[in-house]
């Protein structure tokens, strides 16, 4: 089992920037592919970002792309999403998992993270 715990977000304005953390705790956390998912209200819940095993690799979306950052420190058990240029369609609960892939289906990963709200105002 792997637990995880995001952290980091919170309120800004559009045009800024916020840092997210995922604190894993368990085993072998260097042994799963990381993601990032976001779900605003109403909607489904859309792919961020994706990073291999050894952070060597790493995937976005296209609506992200060019302003986010996934990055990954295996000896500190911690994934990191740095959001830059937030648009206010960024706001949603971004959720942390693991899994066996780097890829955009939810269904690829087996552990979650309970989400922190990121809302961007105008």
């Known amino acids: 089992q792997v637990q995880l715990v995001e952290s980091g977000g919170g309120l800004v304005q559009a045009g800024g920037s916020l840092r997210l953390s995922c604190a894993a705790s368990?085993?072998?956390?260097?042994?799963?592919?990381m993601g990032w998912f976001r779900q605003a209200p109403g909607k489904e819940r859309q792919f961020v970002a994706a990073?291999?095993?050894?952070?060597?690799?790493?995937y976005y979306a296209d609506s992200v792309k060019g302003r986010f950052t996934i990055s990954r420190d295996n000896t500190k058990n911690t994934v990191y999403l740095q959001m830059n240029s937030l648009k206010p369609e960024d706001t949603a609960v971004y959720s942390c998992a693991a899994g066996s892939l780097p890829t955009w289906t939810a269904y690829e990963y087996i552990y979650w993270g309970q989400g922190t709200q990121v809302t961007v105002s105008s």
């Open positions: 368990g085993r072998t956390f260097s042994s799963y592919a």
């Open positions: 990073i291999n095993l050894s952070g060597g690799n790493t």
